[in-house]
């Protein structure tokens, strides 16, 4: 089976998840782009770079490649029960952000937000890394540095397209104090790899926040949804959100020359059910690790509630002794309102994420009967899941189907990665 020499082998076999680590690791040899049916992919700065030393170096941190807990087994103080399907869980918690702009604003509850917040007010951080709308072209994202509650609450809310907060790690490293990172799964998995060989980095990371993530969509996917919104021309778009506004809120797109107050809106159900997730790129095929178990707290949505009329609730993860820190003492700060609930919840919010996991253990034995690159996933077990959570036809699909989609996505041909024009 072929191994990537370079990151660039990474996004030629279609195996990157946009992360963006790689730009940072490599900032002479590597720029970020957006490309229309793939999402954020590493180029090279010159025709030479693409093989250069840190275009090979920065493979060894990249999660499209690997992703790896130290043991499968539960440390002491982790929820055992939870240790093999979900990661590290050392808590669970249920509720919101107490502020209740940020509450409203918010995905969920706006708990990553309100978090983050704490931190940099109340726990002497010097800000936080996300991503938001770039304001030029407000369908695609841009990494930012927050310094406070009003430029999160500007960011807050799911952006179901192409991102690259690992980019600008930069930022985190040369701040005054240690930040708060935000990001999908695996890019907090990559900042993971990342502070195993730059400890300067290291030193500066204050926390990070995970976002539950079921795959992101291209570019090409949220222009599809603006063409349902009866957007025909994107240049005159104002603004585009995903979610938010209520739980789980409306995509909701704006304008420049729309009466004041006016809005086109999609149900989560028509832009995500209908149109986003169709749009996946192909590395979330291969995910693991939905639920951020690289990261101190990961925050997702409690599914297994009714949603209607709700203003919003968010379910965290506390994965690691930090992680359990910063929330209790955001709960006792009053910064959070939540609550401790079972373990039995985390499964019940998330019914369709053992099914997606055992699923995966199906398609990369298929890819790699085929002689296909794919990810080396360590101590996150998947078989079982595929043995005991899948129906007949759902292993013929994850396997079967996987066959088909070889051809259908051409992945024994190298991704043509052609920048946008914006």
């Not at 925050?299 to 968010?314: E, K």
């Not at 379910?315 to 006792?332: C, F, K, M, N, Y």
């Not at 360590?378 to 088909?404: A, D, F, I, Y």
Request: hydrophobic letters at 40%; proline letters at 7%.
């Amino acid at each position: 089976m072929p191994q990537p020499q370079t990151v660039h082998d990474v996004a030629d076999h279609k195996l990157c998840t946009g992360c963006g680590v790689c730009a940072y690791l490599a900032p002479d040899e590597v720029r970020m782009v957006d490309v229309l049916d793939h999402g954020r992919r590493p180029l090279p700065i010159t025709p030479v770079a693409r093989n250069g030393a840190g275009a090979t170096a920065a493979v060894g941190c990249c999660p499209g490649v690997r992703l790896e807990h130290d043991t499968e087994q539960a440390a002491p103080g982790e929820i055992a029960e939870l240790r093999a399907a979900w990661g590290p869980v050392r808590a669970i918690y249920e509720g919101y952000a107490a502020d209740p702009e940020i509450r409203f604003a918010g995905s969920s509850g706006g708990v990553a937000t309100a978090l983050a917040a704490f931190c940099i007010e109340r726990q002497g951080m010097a800000g936080a890394l996300h991503i938001g709308a770039r304001k030029d072209v407000p369908y695609l994202n841009e990494t930012k540095y927050s310094l406070g509650r009003d430029d999160l609450l500007a960011g807050a809310g799911s952006r179901y397209a192409p991102a690259s907060p690992c980019d600008r790690l930069d930022l985190i490293e040369s701040a005054d104090a240690p930040s708060a990172f935000i990001g999908k799964p695996c890019d907090v998995a990559a900042v993971r790899m990342a502070r195993q060989v730059r400890p300067a980095l290291d030193a500066k990371v204050g926390v990070t926040i995970a976002v539950f993530c079921a795959g992101t969509p291209t570019t090409q996917g949220t222009l599809e949804m603006l063409k349902v919104l009866g957007v025909d021309d994107p240049a005159r778009i104002e603004s585009v959100h995903y979610r938010g506004n209520g739980w789980p809120g409306n995509a909701r797109t704006r304008l420049v020359d729309d009466p004041p107050g006016q809005e086109r809106t999609l149900t989560y159900e028509q832009s995500w059910g209908d149109i986003l997730q169709k749009h996946r790129q192909w590395r979330c095929y291969l995910c693991a690790d939905h639920t951020g178990e690289f990261a101190d707290v990961a925050v997702g949505d409690p599914w297994y509630r009714p949603t209607a009329g709700d203003p919003g609730r968010s379910l965290v993860l506390a994965r690691t002794e930090r992680g359990v820190r910063l929330i209790e003492a955001a709960i006792a700060a009053g910064a959070l309102v939540l609550e401790p609930v079972e373990p039995k919840i985390l499964p019940a919010s998330q019914p369709n994420l053992l099914r997606a996991r055992g699923a995966v253990w199906g398609r990369l034995v298929t890819l790699r009967a085929a002689g296909l690159m794919t990810p080396r996933l360590k101590h996150l077990p998947m078989s079982t899941m595929w043995r005991h959570n899948l129906s007949t036809k759902e292993k013929l699909q994850s396997t079967v189907g996987t066959l088909r989609r070889v051809r259908r996505k051409q992945l024994r041909t190298r991704a043509t990665l052609t920048p946008m024009d914006n």
